[in-house]
Protein backbone atom coordinates (compact mmCIF):
# COMPACT_ATOMS: atom_id res chain seq x y z
CA UNK A 1 0.00 0.00 0.00
CA UNK A 2 2.84 2.50 0.86
CA UNK A 3 4.16 1.90 -2.98
CA UNK A 4 0.56 2.37 -4.26
CA UNK A 5 0.48 5.55 -2.37
CA UNK A 6 4.32 7.14 -3.36
CA UNK A 7 3.24 5.82 -6.73
CA UNK A 8 -0.06 7.57 -7.28
CA UNK A 9 1.27 10.76 -5.69
CA UNK A 10 3.90 10.96 -7.90
CA UNK A 11 1.61 10.76 -10.82
CA UNK A 12 0.08 13.16 -9.32
CA UNK A 13 2.91 16.07 -8.49
CA UNK A 14 4.08 15.18 -11.97
CA UNK A 15 1.00 15.78 -14.21
CA UNK A 16 0.41 19.08 -11.83
CA UNK A 17 3.36 19.95 -12.50
CA UNK A 18 3.44 19.68 -16.17
CA UNK A 19 0.08 21.06 -16.45
CA UNK A 20 0.88 24.41 -14.52
CA UNK A 21 4.21 24.71 -16.49
CA UNK A 22 1.95 24.75 -19.70
CA UNK A 23 -0.69 26.56 -18.85
CA UNK A 24 0.77 29.25 -16.79
CA UNK A 25 4.63 29.05 -16.56
CA UNK A 26 5.73 28.13 -19.87
CA UNK A 27 3.76 31.15 -21.28
CA UNK A 28 4.65 33.37 -18.94
CA UNK A 29 8.07 32.93 -19.57
CA UNK A 30 7.78 32.37 -23.36
CA UNK A 31 6.14 35.92 -23.75
CA UNK A 32 9.11 37.51 -20.85
CA UNK A 33 11.69 35.92 -23.36
CA UNK A 34 10.20 37.62 -26.41
CA UNK A 35 10.12 40.70 -24.80
CA UNK A 36 13.87 40.77 -24.22
CA UNK A 37 15.11 39.00 -27.63
CA UNK A 38 12.75 41.97 -29.87
CA UNK A 39 14.76 44.76 -27.99
CA UNK A 40 16.49 47.16 -30.09
CA UNK A 41 19.32 47.09 -27.46
CA UNK A 42 23.24 47.53 -27.93
CA UNK A 43 24.84 44.61 -28.32
CA UNK A 44 22.22 41.78 -28.94
CA UNK A 45 21.43 39.76 -32.44
CA UNK A 46 18.08 41.57 -33.28
CA UNK A 47 20.17 44.99 -32.68
CA UNK A 48 23.14 43.74 -35.25
CA UNK A 49 19.95 42.90 -37.94
CA UNK A 50 18.27 45.77 -37.38
CA UNK A 51 21.47 48.31 -38.12
CA UNK A 52 22.45 46.10 -40.95
CA UNK A 53 20.80 43.37 -42.40
CA UNK A 54 22.79 40.78 -43.79
CA UNK A 55 20.72 40.31 -47.11
CA UNK A 56 19.69 43.15 -49.67
CA UNK A 57 16.01 44.08 -50.22
CA UNK A 58 14.28 43.11 -52.99
CA UNK A 59 13.94 46.28 -55.32
CA UNK A 60 11.96 45.88 -59.07
CA UNK A 61 11.10 48.37 -61.23
CA UNK A 62 8.04 48.08 -63.72
CA UNK A 63 7.87 50.34 -66.52
CA UNK A 64 5.31 51.60 -68.71
CA UNK A 65 7.14 51.44 -72.50
CA UNK A 66 5.11 54.39 -74.28
CA UNK A 67 4.27 52.41 -77.51
CA UNK A 68 2.50 55.02 -79.56
CA UNK A 69 4.59 58.40 -78.59
CA UNK A 70 3.69 60.62 -81.82
CA UNK A 71 -0.08 59.11 -81.86
CA UNK A 72 -0.46 60.64 -78.07
CA UNK A 73 1.07 64.20 -79.02
CA UNK A 74 -1.89 64.47 -81.82
CA UNK A 75 -4.30 63.30 -79.15
CA UNK A 76 -4.82 59.68 -79.46
CA UNK A 77 -5.12 57.17 -76.69
CA UNK A 78 -2.11 56.47 -74.84
CA UNK A 79 -1.05 52.89 -75.68
CA UNK A 80 1.50 51.54 -72.74
CA UNK A 81 3.55 48.17 -72.47
CA UNK A 82 5.11 47.13 -69.06
CA UNK A 83 8.54 45.97 -68.85
CA UNK A 84 10.28 44.24 -66.03
CA UNK A 85 10.99 43.66 -63.39
CA UNK A 86 14.57 45.22 -63.44
CA UNK A 87 15.35 43.95 -60.18
CA UNK A 88 17.75 46.00 -58.39
CA UNK A 89 19.70 44.60 -54.39
CA UNK A 90 18.57 47.34 -52.28
CA UNK A 91 20.84 47.95 -49.11
CA UNK A 92 19.52 50.38 -46.75
CA UNK A 93 21.70 50.49 -43.68
CA UNK A 94 21.93 52.62 -40.93
CA UNK A 95 24.82 54.73 -39.89
CA UNK A 96 25.57 57.59 -37.04
CA UNK A 97 23.63 56.12 -34.21
CA UNK A 98 22.91 57.85 -31.59
CA UNK A 99 21.49 56.08 -28.21
CA UNK A 100 19.19 58.15 -25.87
CA UNK A 101 18.63 55.74 -22.63
CA UNK A 102 16.53 58.88 -20.98
CA UNK A 103 13.75 58.35 -23.12
CA UNK A 104 14.42 54.84 -24.78
CA UNK A 105 15.25 55.95 -28.07
CA UNK A 106 18.21 55.06 -30.91
CA UNK A 107 18.76 58.07 -33.97
CA UNK A 108 20.21 56.91 -36.89
CA UNK A 109 20.43 58.26 -40.38
CA UNK A 110 19.87 55.88 -43.60
CA UNK A 111 22.08 55.10 -46.42
CA UNK A 112 20.60 53.48 -49.58
CA UNK A 113 22.52 52.03 -52.75
CA UNK A 114 21.60 49.90 -55.30
CA UNK A 115 22.86 47.10 -57.35
CA UNK A 116 21.50 45.89 -60.49
CA UNK A 117 21.00 41.74 -60.50
CA UNK A 118 20.57 40.94 -64.13
CA UNK A 119 20.05 37.14 -62.51
CA UNK A 120 16.74 38.06 -61.48
CA UNK A 121 15.58 40.31 -64.08
CA UNK A 122 13.50 39.83 -67.07
CA UNK A 123 15.85 42.32 -69.30
CA UNK A 124 19.37 44.23 -69.42
CA UNK A 125 18.48 47.94 -67.43
CA UNK A 126 20.40 48.65 -70.90
CA UNK A 127 17.19 47.78 -72.63
CA UNK A 128 15.70 51.09 -74.72
CA UNK A 129 12.08 52.56 -73.97
CA UNK A 130 9.91 55.43 -74.88
CA UNK A 131 8.86 57.02 -71.25
CA UNK A 132 7.83 61.03 -70.63
CA UNK A 133 11.18 63.31 -70.45
CA UNK A 134 11.56 63.63 -67.06
CA UNK A 135 12.84 66.81 -66.64
CA UNK A 136 10.31 68.55 -69.01
CA UNK A 137 7.76 66.76 -67.60
CA UNK A 138 8.55 67.94 -63.78
CA UNK A 139 8.58 71.84 -65.55
CA UNK A 140 5.28 71.51 -67.37
CA UNK A 141 3.39 70.33 -64.33
CA UNK A 142 5.02 72.64 -61.38
CA UNK A 143 3.86 75.76 -64.28
CA UNK A 144 0.87 74.29 -65.04
CA UNK A 145 -0.37 74.31 -60.82
CA UNK A 146 1.90 77.24 -59.89
CA UNK A 147 2.32 79.52 -62.75
CA UNK A 148 -0.36 78.88 -65.69
CA UNK A 149 0.15 82.40 -67.01
CA UNK A 150 3.76 81.13 -67.66
CA UNK A 151 3.32 78.50 -69.40
CA UNK A 152 3.34 80.37 -73.04
CA UNK A 153 7.01 80.90 -72.18
CA UNK A 154 8.02 77.73 -70.77
CA UNK A 155 7.12 75.91 -74.36
CA UNK A 156 9.64 78.59 -75.92
CA UNK A 157 12.13 77.68 -72.78
CA UNK A 158 11.91 73.61 -73.88
CA UNK A 159 12.39 74.12 -77.27
CA UNK A 160 15.44 76.55 -76.18
CA UNK A 161 17.11 73.79 -73.29
CA UNK A 162 16.39 70.65 -74.51
CA UNK A 163 17.01 71.48 -78.93
CA UNK A 164 13.72 72.25 -79.82
CA UNK A 165 11.98 68.25 -79.23
CA UNK A 166 9.03 67.16 -81.28
CA UNK A 167 7.34 65.18 -78.44
CA UNK A 168 7.53 64.95 -74.46
CA UNK A 169 8.74 61.48 -75.00
CA UNK A 170 11.94 60.40 -75.37
CA UNK A 171 13.60 57.18 -75.92
CA UNK A 172 16.21 56.11 -73.14
CA UNK A 173 17.23 53.06 -70.93
CA UNK A 174 15.92 52.23 -67.67
CA UNK A 175 19.51 52.81 -66.60
CA UNK A 176 19.48 56.08 -67.88
CA UNK A 177 16.06 57.15 -66.37
CA UNK A 178 16.62 56.16 -62.71
CA UNK A 179 20.28 55.93 -62.05
CA UNK A 180 22.56 57.55 -64.24
CA UNK A 181 20.26 60.83 -65.09
CA UNK A 182 19.20 61.68 -68.37
CA UNK A 183 21.15 64.66 -69.80
CA UNK A 184 20.68 68.64 -70.58
CA UNK A 185 23.13 71.74 -71.27
CA UNK A 186 22.03 75.18 -70.51
CA UNK A 187 25.14 76.32 -71.79
CA UNK A 188 25.10 79.09 -74.47
CA UNK A 189 21.32 79.23 -73.46
CA UNK A 190 20.82 83.17 -74.36
CA UNK A 191 17.18 83.59 -74.88
CA UNK A 192 15.28 85.28 -72.10
CA UNK A 193 13.03 82.08 -72.17
CA UNK A 194 15.63 79.82 -71.93
CA UNK A 195 17.60 82.02 -69.45
CA UNK A 196 15.04 81.91 -66.65
CA UNK A 197 14.10 78.42 -66.99
CA UNK A 198 17.96 77.56 -66.64
CA UNK A 199 18.11 79.85 -63.63
CA UNK A 200 15.27 78.38 -61.93
CA UNK A 201 17.05 74.47 -62.67
CA UNK A 202 20.42 76.05 -61.43
CA UNK A 203 18.61 76.89 -57.82
CA UNK A 204 17.47 73.39 -57.48
CA UNK A 205 21.26 71.90 -56.81
CA UNK A 206 19.88 69.40 -54.76
CA UNK A 207 17.59 67.77 -57.66
CA UNK A 208 19.93 67.36 -60.10
CA UNK A 209 23.77 65.82 -60.86
CA UNK A 210 26.06 68.76 -61.90
CA UNK A 211 28.02 67.48 -64.75
CA UNK A 212 30.68 70.58 -65.24
CA UNK A 213 29.41 73.63 -66.05
CA UNK A 214 25.84 74.17 -66.37
CA UNK A 215 25.57 70.83 -67.50
CA UNK A 216 23.37 68.25 -65.45
CA UNK A 217 21.83 65.39 -65.23
CA UNK A 218 18.63 63.90 -63.40
CA UNK A 219 17.31 60.58 -62.73
CA UNK A 220 14.70 59.37 -60.62
CA UNK A 221 16.96 57.35 -58.22
CA UNK A 222 20.11 59.69 -59.29
CA UNK A 223 20.54 61.41 -56.34
CA UNK A 224 19.39 59.21 -53.24
CA UNK A 225 21.80 56.44 -54.48
CA UNK A 226 24.53 55.80 -52.19
CA UNK A 227 23.78 59.01 -50.33
CA UNK A 228 22.28 59.47 -47.07
CA UNK A 229 18.47 60.13 -46.72
CA UNK A 230 18.62 64.16 -45.54
CA UNK A 231 16.37 63.57 -42.38
CA UNK A 232 17.62 61.46 -39.60
CA UNK A 233 15.29 58.98 -38.09
CA UNK A 234 14.49 58.38 -34.41
CA UNK A 235 12.59 55.42 -33.01
CA UNK A 236 11.64 53.93 -29.79
CA UNK A 237 14.05 50.73 -28.85
CA UNK A 238 11.43 49.02 -26.58
CA UNK A 239 13.47 48.09 -24.00
CA UNK A 240 10.80 49.72 -21.66
CA UNK A 241 8.35 48.73 -23.27
CA UNK A 242 8.28 46.10 -26.16
CA UNK A 243 4.91 47.31 -27.56
CA UNK A 244 7.08 50.46 -28.62
CA UNK A 245 9.84 48.76 -30.40
CA UNK A 246 10.26 50.80 -33.91
CA UNK A 247 7.60 53.18 -33.51
CA UNK A 248 8.42 56.10 -35.04
CA UNK A 249 9.88 59.22 -32.24
CA UNK A 250 10.48 62.18 -34.78
CA UNK A 251 11.62 62.75 -38.45
CA UNK A 252 14.72 65.19 -39.19
CA UNK A 253 14.17 66.23 -35.61
CA UNK A 254 10.11 67.02 -35.94
CA UNK A 255 7.60 64.39 -34.11
CA UNK A 256 5.12 65.79 -37.20
CA UNK A 257 5.75 66.11 -40.33
CA UNK A 258 4.32 69.50 -42.14
CA UNK A 259 4.20 68.13 -45.63
CA UNK A 260 0.11 67.94 -45.48
CA UNK A 261 -2.77 69.98 -44.91
CA UNK A 262 -3.47 68.42 -41.36
CA UNK A 263 -3.89 65.60 -38.99
CA UNK A 264 -3.61 63.00 -38.47
CA UNK A 265 -1.95 62.54 -42.43
CA UNK A 266 1.30 64.42 -40.95
CA UNK A 267 1.37 62.10 -37.87
CA UNK A 268 4.28 59.48 -37.32
CA UNK A 269 2.17 56.49 -37.11
CA UNK A 270 3.59 53.21 -36.75
CA UNK A 271 7.23 51.84 -36.67
CA UNK A 272 10.38 52.82 -39.42
CA UNK A 273 9.06 49.66 -41.51
CA UNK A 274 11.91 47.28 -40.36
CA UNK A 275 10.96 45.62 -37.03
CA UNK A 276 7.30 45.21 -35.47
CA UNK A 277 5.95 44.89 -31.95
CA UNK A 278 5.27 41.17 -31.29
CA UNK A 279 2.25 39.39 -30.28
CA UNK A 280 0.32 40.87 -33.56
CA UNK A 281 -3.54 39.62 -33.26
CA UNK A 282 -6.04 39.37 -36.37
CA UNK A 283 -7.61 42.48 -35.08
CA UNK A 284 -4.86 44.80 -34.95
CA UNK A 285 -3.77 47.21 -37.65
CA UNK A 286 0.06 46.79 -38.59
CA UNK A 287 1.57 50.52 -39.01
CA UNK A 288 4.25 51.76 -40.76
CA UNK A 289 5.73 55.37 -41.94
CA UNK A 290 7.44 55.07 -45.22
CA UNK A 291 9.35 58.83 -45.65
CA UNK A 292 9.62 58.31 -49.65
CA UNK A 293 5.84 58.52 -49.66
CA UNK A 294 6.02 61.14 -46.75
CA UNK A 295 2.31 58.90 -45.39
CA UNK A 296 1.99 56.34 -42.84
CA UNK A 297 0.39 52.99 -44.19
CA UNK A 298 -1.69 50.37 -42.32
CA UNK A 299 -1.82 46.87 -43.16
CA UNK A 300 -4.83 45.10 -42.25
CA UNK A 301 -5.47 41.48 -41.50
CA UNK A 302 -6.56 39.08 -44.20
CA UNK A 303 -6.78 35.79 -44.33
CA UNK A 304 -3.79 32.66 -42.34
CA UNK A 305 -0.77 33.07 -44.21
CA UNK A 306 1.78 30.22 -44.82
CA UNK A 307 5.75 30.95 -46.06
CA UNK A 308 8.72 29.32 -45.57
CA UNK A 309 6.53 26.28 -43.42
CA UNK A 310 6.32 29.32 -40.90
CA UNK A 311 2.16 30.06 -40.01
CA UNK A 312 1.74 33.03 -40.40
CA UNK A 313 -0.87 36.76 -40.25
CA UNK A 314 -1.56 37.73 -43.86
CA UNK A 315 -2.01 41.67 -43.76
CA UNK A 316 -2.44 43.94 -46.79
CA UNK A 317 -2.91 47.61 -47.54
CA UNK A 318 -3.93 50.52 -49.74
CA UNK A 319 -3.69 54.15 -50.02
CA UNK A 320 -7.32 54.73 -48.28
CA UNK A 321 -10.66 56.30 -49.88
CA UNK A 322 -11.60 59.42 -48.97
CA UNK A 323 -14.95 59.31 -49.54
CA UNK A 324 -15.37 57.05 -46.64
CA UNK A 325 -12.61 56.92 -44.26
CA UNK A 326 -12.04 60.94 -42.88
CA UNK A 327 -8.10 60.07 -41.92
CA UNK A 328 -7.16 60.34 -44.95
CA UNK A 329 -9.25 63.38 -46.42
CA UNK A 330 -6.30 65.60 -45.29
CA UNK A 331 -4.52 64.43 -48.19
CA UNK A 332 -6.83 66.60 -50.47
CA UNK A 333 -5.35 69.42 -51.93
CA UNK A 334 -6.64 72.38 -52.87
CA UNK A 335 -8.22 73.49 -55.25
CA UNK A 336 -8.41 70.07 -56.90
CA UNK A 337 -10.15 68.25 -53.91
CA UNK A 338 -9.91 64.43 -53.03
CA UNK A 339 -8.75 62.31 -55.74
CA UNK A 340 -10.65 58.42 -55.88
CA UNK A 341 -10.13 55.80 -54.02
CA UNK A 342 -6.27 54.46 -53.99
CA UNK A 343 -4.94 57.66 -55.60
CA UNK A 344 -3.32 60.80 -53.72
CA UNK A 345 -1.56 63.71 -55.46
CA UNK A 346 2.26 63.27 -53.82
CA UNK A 347 2.88 66.69 -55.06
CA UNK A 348 3.49 68.36 -51.50
CA UNK A 349 6.21 65.44 -50.98
CA UNK A 350 8.10 64.68 -53.77
CA UNK A 351 8.06 68.73 -54.89
CA UNK A 352 6.40 67.00 -58.58
CA UNK A 353 2.56 67.11 -58.86
CA UNK A 354 2.94 63.10 -59.24
CA UNK A 355 -0.05 60.70 -58.22
CA UNK A 356 0.42 57.83 -56.40
CA UNK A 357 -1.84 54.84 -56.50
CA UNK A 358 -1.79 51.24 -56.72
CA UNK A 359 0.04 49.20 -59.77
CA UNK A 360 -2.25 49.07 -62.72
CA UNK A 361 -4.45 51.40 -61.15
CA UNK A 362 -5.78 48.52 -58.85
CA UNK A 363 -8.97 48.66 -56.95
CA UNK A 364 -9.33 52.38 -58.17
CA UNK A 365 -11.54 54.80 -59.86
CA UNK A 366 -12.35 53.30 -63.70
CA UNK A 367 -12.86 56.09 -65.25
CA UNK A 368 -8.70 56.61 -64.91
CA UNK A 369 -8.46 52.71 -66.08
CA UNK A 370 -10.51 53.31 -68.98
CA UNK A 371 -7.98 56.51 -70.43
CA UNK A 372 -5.38 53.94 -70.79
CA UNK A 373 -4.58 50.98 -73.06
CA UNK A 374 -1.89 48.21 -71.38
CA UNK A 375 -3.53 48.23 -68.05
CA UNK A 376 -3.87 45.19 -66.11
CA UNK A 377 -4.81 45.02 -63.07
CA UNK A 378 -4.26 41.38 -60.36
CA UNK A 379 -4.93 41.85 -57.30
CA UNK A 380 -2.18 38.59 -57.11
CA UNK A 381 0.58 40.46 -58.27
CA UNK A 382 -0.67 44.41 -57.31
CA UNK A 383 -1.59 44.22 -54.13
CA UNK A 384 0.75 44.99 -50.79
CA UNK A 385 1.12 41.55 -49.14
CA UNK A 386 2.77 41.17 -45.74
CA UNK A 387 3.19 38.18 -44.03
CA UNK A 388 3.85 38.56 -39.95
CA UNK A 389 4.98 35.93 -37.44
CA UNK A 390 2.36 36.54 -34.75
CA UNK A 391 4.81 35.39 -32.05
CA UNK A 392 7.53 37.60 -32.50
CA UNK A 393 6.20 40.67 -35.23
CA UNK A 394 8.67 39.47 -37.68
CA UNK A 395 7.92 40.84 -41.04
CA UNK A 396 8.74 36.74 -43.04
CA UNK A 397 8.10 38.16 -46.41
CA UNK A 398 6.43 42.04 -46.79
CA UNK A 399 6.62 44.29 -50.35
CA UNK A 400 5.50 47.54 -50.63
CA UNK A 401 3.92 48.31 -53.97
CA UNK A 402 3.22 52.08 -55.65
CA UNK A 403 2.66 53.16 -58.95
CA UNK A 404 4.08 57.00 -59.83
CA UNK A 405 1.60 58.16 -62.54
CA UNK A 406 0.90 62.05 -64.35
CA UNK A 407 -2.03 63.55 -64.46
CA UNK A 408 -2.02 65.27 -67.84
CA UNK A 409 -4.60 66.69 -70.47
CA UNK A 410 -4.31 69.42 -73.26
CA UNK A 411 -2.32 72.14 -72.16
CA UNK A 412 -3.06 75.06 -75.75
CA UNK A 413 -0.28 77.14 -74.65
CA UNK A 414 2.20 74.39 -74.50
CA UNK A 415 3.33 73.28 -78.44
CA UNK A 416 3.89 69.75 -77.33
CA UNK A 417 0.91 69.41 -75.22
CA UNK A 418 -1.87 71.13 -77.23
CA UNK A 419 -3.83 67.94 -78.62
CA UNK A 420 -2.66 66.00 -75.55
CA UNK A 421 -5.21 63.61 -74.37
CA UNK A 422 -6.54 63.51 -70.73
CA UNK A 423 -5.20 60.75 -68.57
CA UNK A 424 -3.82 59.75 -65.54
CA UNK A 425 -0.32 58.16 -67.25
CA UNK A 426 1.22 55.08 -65.57
CA UNK A 427 4.95 56.06 -65.38
CA UNK A 428 6.80 53.21 -63.62
CA UNK A 429 5.81 51.44 -60.35
CA UNK A 430 8.07 49.44 -57.39
CA UNK A 431 7.67 46.73 -55.38
CA UNK A 432 9.78 47.08 -52.32
CA UNK A 433 10.38 44.88 -49.42
CA UNK A 434 11.60 41.61 -48.84
CA UNK A 435 11.50 37.60 -47.64
CA UNK A 436 13.68 36.36 -44.98
CA UNK A 437 16.79 34.51 -46.25
CA UNK A 438 18.67 31.75 -44.45
CA UNK A 439 20.59 34.16 -42.16
CA UNK A 440 17.49 35.55 -41.12
CA UNK A 441 15.25 32.89 -40.88
CA UNK A 442 17.66 31.06 -38.90
CA UNK A 443 16.84 32.05 -35.34
CA UNK A 444 13.26 31.89 -35.70
CA UNK A 445 13.45 28.81 -36.77
CA UNK A 446 15.54 27.38 -33.90
CA UNK A 447 13.05 29.74 -31.54
CA UNK A 448 10.41 27.82 -32.30
CA UNK A 449 12.15 24.24 -32.10
CA UNK A 450 13.06 24.99 -28.64
CA UNK A 451 9.54 25.82 -28.00
CA UNK A 452 8.75 22.63 -29.27
CA UNK A 453 10.86 20.79 -27.67
CA UNK A 454 9.92 22.67 -24.44
CA UNK A 455 6.09 21.73 -24.86
CA UNK A 456 6.97 18.01 -25.93
CA UNK A 457 8.62 17.45 -22.37
CA UNK A 458 5.70 19.64 -20.56
CA UNK A 459 3.21 17.19 -22.27
CA UNK A 460 5.37 14.04 -21.58
CA UNK A 461 5.24 14.56 -17.96
CA UNK A 462 1.83 15.42 -18.14
CA UNK A 463 1.21 11.95 -20.03
CA UNK A 464 3.67 10.47 -17.84
CA UNK A 465 1.68 11.78 -14.49
CA UNK A 466 -1.62 10.50 -16.08
CA UNK A 467 0.17 7.01 -16.63
CA UNK A 468 1.61 6.80 -13.13
CA UNK A 469 -2.07 7.43 -11.35
CA UNK A 470 -3.47 4.85 -13.70
CA UNK A 471 -0.90 2.19 -12.81
CA UNK A 472 -1.47 3.26 -9.10
CA UNK A 473 -5.24 2.77 -9.53
CA UNK A 474 -5.13 -0.58 -11.20
CA UNK A 475 -2.68 -2.12 -8.72
CA UNK A 476 -4.80 -0.50 -5.69
CA UNK A 477 -7.76 -2.59 -7.26
CA UNK A 478 -5.97 -5.70 -7.79
CA UNK A 479 -5.07 -6.19 -4.23
CA UNK A 480 -7.72 -5.34 -2.50
CA UNK A 481 -9.45 -7.81 -5.19
CA UNK A 482 -8.49 -10.42 -3.61
CA UNK A 483 -9.36 -10.04 -0.09
CA UNK A 484 -13.24 -9.79 -1.04
CA UNK A 485 -15.78 -11.96 1.19
CA UNK A 486 -19.15 -13.60 -0.37
CA UNK A 487 -21.69 -14.70 2.14
CA UNK A 488 -23.26 -16.60 0.15
CA UNK A 489 -27.39 -18.13 0.78
CA UNK A 490 -28.89 -21.13 -1.17
CA UNK A 491 -32.74 -20.61 -1.99
CA UNK A 492 -33.40 -23.68 0.19
CA UNK A 493 -31.54 -22.49 3.57
CA UNK A 494 -34.36 -19.52 3.49
CA UNK A 495 -37.49 -22.28 3.59
CA UNK A 496 -35.09 -24.34 6.32
CA UNK A 497 -34.43 -21.19 8.20
CA UNK A 498 -37.79 -21.01 9.93
CA UNK A 499 -37.79 -23.85 10.91
CA UNK A 500 -34.15 -25.05 11.73
CA UNK A 501 -32.36 -23.30 14.59
CA UNK A 502 -29.42 -24.06 13.00
CA UNK A 503 -27.44 -22.03 9.82
CA UNK A 504 -25.27 -22.39 7.21
CA UNK A 505 -21.92 -21.60 7.62
CA UNK A 506 -20.45 -18.64 6.26
CA UNK A 507 -18.59 -19.60 2.37
CA UNK A 508 -15.38 -17.76 2.28
CA UNK A 509 -14.05 -17.55 -1.24
CA UNK A 510 -10.75 -16.91 -2.62
CA UNK A 511 -9.86 -14.69 -5.96
CA UNK A 512 -10.18 -17.64 -8.86
CA UNK A 513 -12.41 -20.01 -7.27
CA UNK A 514 -15.80 -17.50 -8.67
CA UNK A 515 -15.65 -16.17 -12.05
CA UNK A 516 -13.73 -12.75 -11.80
CA UNK A 517 -16.11 -9.96 -10.22
CA UNK A 518 -13.44 -6.81 -11.26
Not at 219 to 244: E, H, M
Amino acid sequence: MVSIKRLGLAGSCTFSIGLISYSIGFPAMLKSQVKSQVRLKKGEEIRGFWEKLPQPLDFNIYVFNVTNPKEITAGAKPIVQEVGPFHYDLYRDKENLVDRDEDDTVEYSLRQVWYFNSAKSSASENAEIYAFHPVMLAVTLLTQIEKPAALGVVSKALDSVFKKPDSMFIKTTVKELFFDGVRFSCVDIKDFAGSALCGVLQEKSDTFILEGDSRYRYGYFSKTNGTQVPKSIRVYRGIKNSKDVGRMYSLGNATKMDTWPGSPCNDLHGTDGTIFPPFLTKNKEVWAHFPDICRSIGAYYVEPGKVQGFKTLHYTADLGDPSENKNVRCLCLEPEGCMPKNIYNAGPCLRVPIRISLPHLLNSDPHYYEMIEGLNPDPEKHQMTFDFDAMTGTPIRAYKKIQFNALVGPIPKMKLMKNFPDALFPIFWIEDGLELGDVLIKPLKTAYTQILIAKTIMWLMMLGGIGMMIAAAVRYHKENAGNVTLNVVPKTAKKDSATSPHKLPAISTVQGALPNID
